[in-house]
């Protein structure tokens, strides 16, 4: 199992933490995720592609690097 961070722009309240966190917990492979606001960062865990989980930030509306 792996862990990599996100930085999501955009990512400013407890709302939008759910909204990214929702969409990527639904990306096959993720078995968990948490958000620091502070750094709008979101770390996700388990056997995924990149990609995909970016994929998904961006169709929850928010722009990631």
């Given at each position: ?12 309240c407890t709302s ?18 948490s958000v620091d ?29």
């Amino acid at each position: 199992m792996s862990t990599s961070t996100y930085a999501v722009q955009g990512m400013t309240c407890t709302s939008c933490a759910g909204k990214v966190t929702g969409a990527v917990n639904q990306v096959a492979g993720v078995t968990d995720t948490s958000v620091d606001l502070e750094s709008s960062t979101l770390i996700v865990t388990g056997q995924t592609d990149g990609d995909t989980v970016r994929a998904a930030i961006r169709d929850a509306g928010y722009q990631v690097s």
